[in-house]
Nanobody, 122 residues
Framework: QVQLVESGGGLVQAGGSLRLSCAASGRTFSSYTMGWFRQAPGKEREFVASISLSSTYYADSVKGRFTFSRDNVKNTMYLQMNSLKPEDTAVYYC?????????????????WGQGTQVTVSS
C-alpha cells in the first residue's frame, strides 16, 4: 500500500513557476513508476509526466517547461513547472504504478493522491 500526498499548488501569473511535491509512504517507493496527471474543470484527467527508475516521459504540452524528478531517499517526487500558461490551470494529481516502465494511461496507476490546485492567471 502506498499513500501519496501532494503539496505546492497555488496561484501564479502566466510565465511564472511552481514546484509541486508528492510525498509517498511505503518502503518500496523506489520500485514504483510515478506519474503526474491533471484535470481542468469540465475536462477529462490528462497525463502530464511519468518517471521510472530509468526514464522520464512528458506530455507534448509540457515538454521543455516541466521537469519531473524523484528522490528515492526522501520518498518524494517533484514537478518543477516553469513558463506556466493559463491552460495549465488544473488540479494536479500524483500517482504510483506497480509497472516498471513509464506510462501515460491513468488506468496503469494503482495509487493516487488527493490533488493540489494550480491556477495560472493571464
Amino acid at each position: 500500500q502506498v499513500q501519496l500526498v501532494e503539496s505546492g499548488g497555488g496561484l501564479v501569473q502566466a510565465g511564472g513557476s511552481l514546484r509541486l511535491s508528492c510525498a509517498a509512504s511505503g518502503r518500496t517507493f523506489s520500485s514504483y513508476t510515478m506519474g503526474w496527471f491533471r484535470q481542468a474543470p469540465g475536462k477529462e484527467r490528462e497525463f502530464v509526466a511519468s518517471i521510472s527508475l530509468s526514464s522520464t516521459y512528458y506530455a507534448d504540452s509540457v515538454k521543455g517547461r516541466f521537469t519531473f524528478s524523484r528522490d528515492n531517499v526522501k520518498n518524494t517526487m517533484y514537478l518543477q513547472m516553469n513558463s506556466l500558461k493559463p491552460e495549465d490551470t488544473a488540479v494536479y494529481y500524483c500517482a504510483a504504478s506497480k509497472l516498471s516502465y513509464t506510462n501515460k494511461r491513468s488506468d496503469a496507476y494503482d495509487y493516487w493522491g488527493q490533488g493540489t490546485q494550480v491556477t495560472v492567471s493571464s
